[in-house]
Each structure stands twice: as structure tokens, then as C-alpha cells.
């Protein structure tokens, strides 16, 4: 043990003694740059960070206003009063299920869950592992 450290008991009258030293450590931090890496990706990354807001204030959304939807009021007169309520539905009057505009295809869940990380963390990893997805046709 150091010279001068404070020491603690244990049991219900212990108290932490690390406290001071912790925020002493927190205080002198310093950024470290990242080490490694292709060429050039250094600028990059450092550009990446400098750009990135550290306030943990609100996100920003880049997705489209919702106010462009019309809404209709639960009790509001219908607007297609020739159409049964049952259409898009495999049961009762009107069109069934295939009139409804659902993907052809089966998502590629792996390519969908990738370009979702990079929108919301654009990192210049995950940009590669989209735009390799898109060279696949993924």
C-alpha cells in the first residue's frame, strides 16, 4: 500500500476511497487518436469525430414529415364509400389480400439491418459493409 492512502473497513461502515482519485483521472483525460487503419482514414475519422455532437442533446431525424399523410378522423364521413370494408381482406366482400402493395421479394434482413446501423452511426466501417451490399445487389 501507497504512503498515504486513505483505507477503508468493510462491512456496513465501509466507504469508498477511490472517489477522488477516479474523478482525478476523469478530469485529466485527454482524446486518444485511433491508431492503424488504411491510409488516409485517420483524416477521415478525425473529421467524423469533430463533426459529432457530444452535447447528448436531441437526435435529428432525417425521415419525411409525417404531415405529409392526410388524416381522417376516426368519425370523419368515408372516402371511399363504394368500397367494402372488408377489402384487402381474405374474407368478406371486396378485393382480397392481393390488391395490397406488400413486397415482392423477401427483404435481405442482414442488408436491411446494416444500412440501418450506418443511418444511425455513419461510420466509414459500416458505409463499406453497405456499399459492399449494394455491389452484391443486396
Sequence with gaps: MAEGMRVSGVGKGARRTDLDRAAKVQRQAKVQNAV???YGERAELTQL??????SGGPMTSTAPAAASI???GIFDRTTR??????AGVDAG???????LMTP??????????????????????????????EEEGR
Design 104 to 133: 415482392v421479394d423477401e427483404p435481405d434482413q442482414l442488408a436491411t439491418f446494416a444500412r440501418a446501423m450506418y443511418m444511425a452511426n455513419p461510420t466509414p466501417q459500416l458505409r463499406r459493409i453497405v456499399e459492399a451490399f
Design 36 to 38: 492503424g487503419g488504411q
Design 70 to 72: 392526410p388524416t381522417v
Design 93 to 99: 366482400e371486396g378485393p382480397g389480400s392481393e390488391v
Design 81 to 86: 364509400p363504394n368500397e367494402p370494408i372488408t
Design 49 to 54: 469525430a469533430q463533426g459529432a455532437s457530444m
